[in-house]
């Protein structure tokens, strides 16, 4: 992963808007980054974060953000 900023930011920026509203991304369903990305991710840094998101746990690599998590 590139970024280790963006990284910290998915652990604690939390969704503003529908269902989840105020839950962290980190905390999201599968389920719901898979509608966004079937839909399109919504633009600028939120939509970024979920896509980033999607990827990481569509690549099983989910284990970073645990990792990163443990050290702060």
């Known amino acids: 992963m590139g970024n280790p900023e963006l990284l910290i930011e998915l652990l ?4 503003p808007f529908g ?3 105020g839950c962290l991304l980190r905390e999201l369903p599968m ?4 509608w966004f990305a079937q839909k399109g991710f919504p633009p ?8 980033t998101l999607y ?3 569509l690549n099983g690599l989910e284990y ?7 050290r702060k």
């Open 12 to 15: 604690r920026y939390p969704m």
């Open 19 to 21: 269902k989840y509203k």
């Open 44 to 51: 600028g840094k939120l939509g970024m974060l979920l896509q």
């Open 55 to 57: 990827e990481i746990r």
């Open 31 to 34: 389920p719901y980054l898979e």
């Open 64 to 70: 970073l953000l645990t990792e990163l998590e443990r």
